[in-house]
């Protein structure tokens, strides 16, 4: 179906005339008349008002002229699945599960992927093949594309074992060997460290992918390791339950 024909139909299944919807969205009634001859097309602004209005997305009040897919977990996407933002409105690069009131529910890809997997498994698809569809799909997607250049999963592979070799080379007293390396977003561990001066720093984008895990710390207590990476450099601190009271031991440019 047509834009013209879509706002026409969803407009008499509310059973609103032309001037009441109108009204909701802020136009004038000519302007309505124009959208459901196909004389114009609503703004993107519109488009929002009369996505929420309608309870659709904006992709589908445009006649779905892309096939969508959440940008975190590879989902194909439905207005019934399309996740929103606190204020209601339709974010159309995520599904529900995947982003929900303004918050990623997933930071670590690796956990993203079992259970993805639990999910996919069957008679004609293994858990050995979804796993390996999804490591290889994951890196590709918008939400995980920091490492989108390093050529496919063997690649990528290769470089998370550099990387680890390169933070057992560290040999920072305490920490224990690292043996695996996660996908984690930056915005779930970019810490907050004080300097010797008093001013507070964070080393990493909220925005961006990073390698990285959370290891105890061989001799007891209460403090973690934290190690993050990309291609720029090494970072490794300690903290307290919830990332409290952290404390920067290492941040090497590679």
């Not at 690069?93 to 303004?102: M, S, V």
């Not at 990623?104 to 956990?111: F, G, L, V, W």
């Not at 569809?133 to 890196?139: G, N, R, S, T």
């Not at 915005?187 to 984008?205: A, M, S």
Request: proline content about 3%.
């Amino acid at each position: 179906m047509d834009t013209k024909d879509i706002i026409l139909a969803l407009r008499t299944k509310k059973g609103m005339s032309q001037d009441e919807l109108a009204e909701k969205v802020f136009v004038t009634r000519q302007a309505v008349s124009r959208w459901e001859t196909g004389e114009t097309t609503p703004n993107i602004e519109t488009l929002k008002l009369l996505s929420k209005l309608f309870d659709v997305s904006i992709n589908t009040l445009l006649g779905s002229p892309r096939q969508l897919i959440c940008q975190c977990c590879g989902m194909p996407l439905e207005d019934s699945n399309t996740s929103r933002e606190a204020d209601g409105f339709f974010n159309e690069e995520y599904c529900k599960w995947c982003y929900a009131d303004g918050e990623y529910m997933y930071h670590d890809m690796d956990e993203l992927i079992e259970v993805c997997v639990k999910n996919m498994v069957s008679e004609h698809f293994s858990a050995e093949q979804a796993r390996a569809y999804m490591k290889d799909l994951l890196p590709k997607l918008d939400y995980w594309r920091r490492y989108q250049y390093l050529a496919g999963a063997e690649k990528f592979e290769e470089f998370k074992q550099q990387l680890i070799r390169e933070f057992n080379e560290l040999h920072i007293e305490g920490m224990p060997r690292v043996e695996t390396l996660n996908a984690l977003v930056g915005g779930y561990i970019n810490l907050e460290y004080r300097l010797p001066n008093g001013q507070t720093v964070k080393f990493l984008d909220d925005n961006a992918t990073y390698l990285g895990n959370q290891l105890e710390c061989e001799f007891g207590g209460e403090r973690c390791f934290g190690i993050a990476a990309n291609m720029e450099f090494l970072l490794v601190c300690t903290y307290e339950k919830g990332g409290a009271n952290p404390e920067l031991v290492v941040y090497k440019k590679r």
